[in-house]
């Protein structure tokens, strides 16, 4: 699929000279344009891979087996299925990915993890109800601050 060959372009070179965040901002533009384009996907988990942002390098690498590590894609998962939502859905996922056909984004890893997503489940947290009492007076706080 031809994509923005100056827009790519300039984000590659955005990225060579270590301006990650300028590599960012045209990757997504063109993910909202081309949403089914492999490079684009990978070029934007790497430039939020150089910049130490993990979940967010898993989860446009998520599909595409070299882009994102294991560790990457475990972070994307931890942080996207959160609070009510228990597991990663294929309608979460195409809604978080902004694509609507997750197939054809997914290569031979990507269609492996579509196949398990069914299976997966966040773990529990593995702190305890001290953890879970702070977390709650914190949240308490916030809201008395910000009213």
Known sequence: MLCGVDGLGRAKADLEHGDARKARDRLKGLVVTYPQNQEVRSLLAEA???DRQWPE????GYLIGPAATDRERRAFENHSAFGWYPRITE????RLLQVDDL??????????LLRDLPHKRNLPRKDGPLAAIRRYL???RSRQIWR
């Open 103 to 112: 197939a054809a984004v997914a290569d031979e890893t990507g269609r492996a």
């Open 48 to 50: 939020y891979r150089r």
């Open 57 to 60: 390098a898993g989860r446009w």
């Open 91 to 94: 309608a979460r996922l195409r």
């Open 138 to 140: 914190a949240t308490q």
